[in-house]
């Protein structure tokens, strides 16, 4: 089974495809449906509060057809945040849940969960610090509300989860650690909660599958020129499972998204033997 996870920065953008970028960015939602993925996580898509406008959804239709698809939107500043996940296979629920999360970030679409009969999947769009840290006390808050919530879908089936975590981990997970060392990503803190997520009973899958790989990076800066010249990135999206998961996973992989700063998406393929 295949599932891809990618922040897309607009779903209009893509569609649209007016812009040089909007075309790249087309080109990529192409090629992840040409891998025709049994669940599709989508973030950041920008949406307003009342969805896919008949253009958007028709051209989803056309490049992932038969497949179920689910949003969530921000219900408080429009066309920001959100998120949707398509599936070939329709779940038995699909959850929108508030997690008691501070501020605004309960209601700005920011995960969707999926509940299958041996699996729950998942997608999160993790609020960013910000560039002055001043959502980094809230952030926290919400690290700790995120990492409950996935632990009490844990307690009643195995989790895959996956989405722009907006943190990268450890020193291995960046180009320039050093001098990006308190900025919003890389904070002692925000590492500090990932670790506890994982420690709580999770698995990241790519450090799992390639414990010593340096240089696999998800998001270049687009403020940079050469970011991605010069494979100047930070490796924040990530499929995470419940650890019991771990003997099924296949690989992990950033699906090439050429000359586009931004996100790449990720695939996390699994065994043979494995079913949601």
């Not at 803190?189 to 994982?198: A, I, P, T, Y």
Request: proline residues 4%; charged residues 25%.
């Amino acid at each position: 089974m295949k599932f891809i996870s990618w922040n897309i920065d607009s779903i209009n953008a893509a569609v649209e495809h007016k812009s040089a970028r909007g075309e790249m960015t087309w080109q990529v939602l192409q090629d992840i449906a040409a891998q025709q993925p049994d669940v599709l996580a989508i973030q950041e898509t920008k949406l307003k509060a009342t969805g896919l406008t008949k253009k958007q959804a028709t051209a989803l239709d056309e490049l992932f057809p038969g497949y179920h698809r689910y949003l969530r939107m921000s219900t408080g500043r429009s066309g920001y945040s959100g998120t949707m996940m398509l599936s070939r296979q329709e779940p038995i629920s699909v959850t929108l849940p508030e997690i008691g999360a501070p501020g605004e970030m309960d209601i700005e679409g920011r995960v969707i969960t999926l509940e299958f009969e041996n699996t729950y999947v998942s997608t999160v769009y993790t609020p960013n610090s910000g560039s002055s840290l001043a959502r980094l006390d809230d952030r926290q808050a919400w690290d700790d509300a995120y990492r409950a919530y996935i632990q009490q879908l844990d307690a009643q089936k195995p989790v895959i989860f996956s989405g722009d975590f907006n943190v990268a981990h450890q020193e291995i997970d960046l180009k320039n650690p050093k001098s990006n060392h308190k900025k919003a990503g890389f904070t002692d803190e925000e590492r500090e909660h990932f670790g506890r997520l994982l420690d709580a009973g999770f698995t990241d899958t790519f450090r799992y599958l390639h414990p010593e790989e340096s240089g696999v990076y998800t998001w270049w800066a687009q403020i940079s020129k050469t970011s991605k010249i010069n494979n100047s990135g930070w490796r924040i999206d990530y499929y995470l499972t419940s650890n019991r998961l771990a003997n099924q996973l296949s690989e992990l992989s950033v699906i090439d998204t050429g000359a586009r700063q931004d996100h790449a998406p990720i695939m996390l393929t699994m065994t043979d033997d494995f079913k949601i």
